[in-house]
C-alpha cells in the first residue's frame, strides 16, 4: 500500500485552506515512544502531508497530530496536539464511561485522534489490529449519548469511505464537494 500517493491523491481532491503543517517523522516517533505505542501508518503519512486540521466531506471532523513538545489541554485555536485530546477526554468527557457506556472496555482501549462539530470522538482500538504490517488498527466513534459505532479498518478507510464517502450512521451527512482540508493554525 503505498500511502504517500494516497494522501496526494487526497491534495488533488481537496480545497486546502491555510497553510499545512506537515509532521515531521520524528515528532511522529517520539510521541509512539512516550506513549508506548506505533501509530498506524496510513495515520503517520497523513500527519506527515497534511498535519492537523478540519476535513469537510460527508461529516466534518477535526483530526489532530503529535506535537512536539506535548501541549497542554489548555484550549486555544486550532485545537490541540493528540496527547492534550486524549488527557482532555480522560480528565472530563469520559469521568463517567463506566457508568453510561455499555462498553467501557472498549473505550479505554482507545487512542483518540480526533473530535466533530457534534462533539462525537474517534479513536482507535489499540486492541484491535486489523493489518500487522502497516500497524493499522480499527476506527471507531463515541457519540456524546455513548453509542459507540465501528467505523473502518484503517484511518485511510475512515477518510475516504467515511468522511468523504457514506458518512457515519444515525449521524448528519453534510455535503462538501470538493472537499475541505482547513489546515490548523500554528500555535
Known amino acids: 500500500m503505498d500511502h504517500e500517493k494516497t494522501w496526494d491523491r487526497l491534495l488533488s481532491l481537496a ?79 469520559f469521568l463517567d464511561v463506566d457508568v453510561y457506556c455499555p462498553d ?9 485522534f480526533g473530535s466533530d462539530i457534534y462533539t462525537h470522538h474517534y479513536f482507535w482500538n489499540t486492541n484491535e489490529v486489523t493489518d500487522r504490517a502497516n500497524n493499522e488498527l480499527a476506527v471507531y466513534v463515541v457519540f456524546r449519548e455513548w453509542k459507540v459505532y465501528r467505523l473502518a479498518d484503517s484511518f485511510e478507510s475512515f477518510i475516504y469511505d467515511i468522511c468523504l464517502g457514506k458518512g457515519i450512521p444515525d449521524h448528519g451527512k453534510l455535503d462538501y464537494d470538493p472537499p475541505l482540508f482547513e489546515a490548523a493554525p500554528p500555535i
Do not use: M
Not at 486546502?16 to 516517533?29: C, H, S, T, Y
Not at 498506524?40 to 466534518?60: A, E, M, N
Not at 467501557?104 to 483518540?112: A, D, S, V
Open 15 to 93: 480545497k486546502i485552506e491555510g497553510q499545512l503543517r506537515p509532521v515531521a517523522e520524528g515528532q511522529l516517533d517520539k510521541f509512539e515512544i512516550r506513549r508506548n505505542i506505533k501509530l498506524p501508518q496510513s495515520y503517520r503519512w497523513f500527519c506527515k502531508k497534511f498535519g492537523p486540521g478540519s476535513i469537510r466531506g460527508q461529516i466534518w471532523i477535526n483530526i489532530t497530530a503529535p506535537e512536539d513538545p506535548p501541549a497542554s489541554a489548555t484550549p486555544r485555536p486550532g485545537g490541540h496536539g493528540i496527547e492534550a485530546l486524549n488527557e482532555d477526554i480522560w480528565s472530563t468527557v
Open 104 to 112: 467501557p472496555k472498549l473505550i479505554r482501549n482507545g487512542l483518540f
